[in-house]
């Protein structure tokens, strides 16, 4: 076995055994929120384009830091599921079908939604916070900013992808999704961007978290905790 490969298989291999043991016994039935999600976003991609549903979806589930916090914490749920207009809507459901995909194998479903509705969540609430620092903070943004509209999925892409790769010990991916979203802050310097940087801020906290709680556990036992998938 070549040295890449070696690398390979430590990076990825436990997460890949645990994807395709998952689908090889369950196929299809091991993602059926994964599959929901995607018709949804298909569906919210459909209706927005048509004259009769763009104000139908911008009112259930398009949020701007301009809106009142009550009314963006309401849309924020459905907000993971309403693809950006100026982007393909293919590149929405294939990140969605992966990243959820294999998160609801490895994480369950519930899991799934907490961590992709924590990381979208932050995005929105950092908006606020950073349009009320103003551009002349290295983390504020512009007042103009406070009328585009939220990320919708790949905040939730993001956290779940770097939330999945620390889970599986695929440190280095983790580390190479946080640097292409460094990257892509420093080229397109853009509130999109900013929010994915909050999503993995979020989810940073969520992983630390967990790996408090599971030592704490493994310490009052006397053994050491198992690492959960």
Known sequence: MSALARRARAEWGELFSTVRGALAARRWRAVPMTLAAVCLTA?????QNQPWGYRFVQN????RAEDPLPLALL???LSLFVPALDLPVWGALV?????????EICLGQWRTLLIAYVATLAGTLYARVAIEL??????????????VVDTGPSAAVV???VFVCLRYRAYFTAALVAVLMVVEVLFKDNL???EHLAAIAAVLVLCALSALRHRGGGARSGVKPPIQS
């Open 159 to 161: 956290g779940l992808a």
């Open 75 to 77: 849309r924020t749920p």
């Open 95 to 103: 990140q969605i079908l992966l990243v959820f995909g294999i998160a």
């Open 60 to 63: 259930i589930g398009c949020v």
């Open 43 to 47: 569906l919210f991609q459909y209706v």
């Open 134 to 147: 103003g551009p002349d903070n290295p983390i504020g943004l512009p007042a103009s900013d406070a009328q």
């Open 192 to 194: 999109a961007g900013k």
